[in-house]
């Protein structure tokens, strides 16, 4: 570090806030000071550092399913956010299991990472995380928590089934309708499917409940469940479905029995990457998950008294329309 100090003529103080990407610094002294470091071979020793400050430049995410393609591109977008100040990302995952979930959080203390920012496991409360949040800046991410003032961030989970339901009943005149997909005790299938059934009834709409039953919001329970339904009956004129994950799945099944979006118009939610390339494309309700991502990281550098720009809202939900609803693609 003196080195560096001495060959630009600049203070060891100066030298170390650019290695820890301070925001004191300009953007063009920063990247002088990284440069000259670079050309000289420094390595900054983040090792010692932690054990100055008490904490590392490592953030947690600690997530429920870590192969789900939302969680893959909230986390992209998270560390963007994150990176911009040097923070480096672990991601951990906690099959949606309560006992692994304290484990994890237990061990992200122990190891001084700076921050987590976390998609509670089903059934958690506040007293899940509340251990590790007083001892760590905690973000609680998508799912909200009972007990609990962690601060947290999501989807409009209010409007999402308003805007899948109002597409199926207004544009596609859609008669008989169904939720499908997603946990009873995950929040957002608790909000979007209330605010989709608030929807329909105030349409006169009748609702398919079998159709509504919860289960896995990953394609293969979709799969297995919707060929089941499909096997005992003629599906609704209409679906939205929980996730984009649960559509595809959905889809596989209908076009095992001969079905495409004449006789059931199908919408996802999260307007996943590969949903434009599906077969059929998907239509879906766009909940941007790679913008939550960076919002949460950006939220999180907040806790951690950084200064970054950028949005602290995630853009407002908006309907983007395709071929597994019948429509032309937008």
Request: with cysteine; net charge negative; hydrophobic share 40%.
């Amino acid at each position: 570090m003196i080195d560096v100090a001495e060959s630009l003529g600049v203070s060891r103080a100066t030298v170390s806030l650019a290695m820890r990407r301070s925001p004191l610094l300009t953007a063009a002294t920063r990247d002088q000071v990284l440069a000259e470091a670079d050309r000289l071979g420094y390595v900054y020793n983040q090792t010692a550092a932690s054990l100055r400050t008490q904490r590392t430049n490592m953030v947690a995410l600690v997530m429920p399913d870590v192969v789900n393609p939302f969680v893959a591109e909230l986390s992209l977008g998270a560390q963007e956010a994150l990176a911009e100040l040097g923070y480096f990302v672990m991601i951990t995952n906690t099959n949606d299991d309560l006992a692994t979930q304290r484990s994890v959080l237990k061990s992200l203390a122990e190891q001084r990472v700076a921050g987590v920012i976390i998609i509670p496991a089903l059934h958690s409360d506040g007293s899940d995380l509340h251990p590790a949040g007083d001892r760590l800046p905690t973000l609680v991410l998508y799912r909200s928590l009972r007990d609990s003032t962690l601060p947290s961030v999501g989807t409009a989970d209010d409007t999402i089934g308003s805007i899948g339901a109002g597409h199926l009943i207004g544009d596609h005149q859609c008669r008989r309708v169904g939720y499908f997909g997603g946990e009873l005790a995950a929040t957002p299938r608790v909000e979007r499917e209330r605010s989709f059934r608030a929807a329909a009834t105030g349409a006169g709409v009748e609702i398919d409940e079998s159709w509504t039953a919860p289960l896995p919001a990953d394609m293969r329970s979709a799969h297995r469940v919707a060929r089941q339904l499909l096997a005992a009956g003629p599906p609704p004129d209409g679906i939205l479905c929980h996730s984009d994950q649960v559509a595809y799945g959905l889809l596989k099944a209908m076009a095992e029995h001969g079905l495409d979006s004449t006789h059931c118009a199908v919408v996802g939610i999260d307007d996943l990457q590969a949903s434009s390339m599906w077969t059929p494309s998907v239509s879906s309700v766009a909940v941007h998950p790679v913008d939550l991502g960076r919002v949460s990281g950006r939220i999180l550098l907040d806790l951690l008294g950084e200064s970054v720009s950028g949005d602290r809202t995630v853009p407002r939900p908006v309907l983007h329309r395709r071929s597994s609803c019948g429509c032309r693609a937008d």
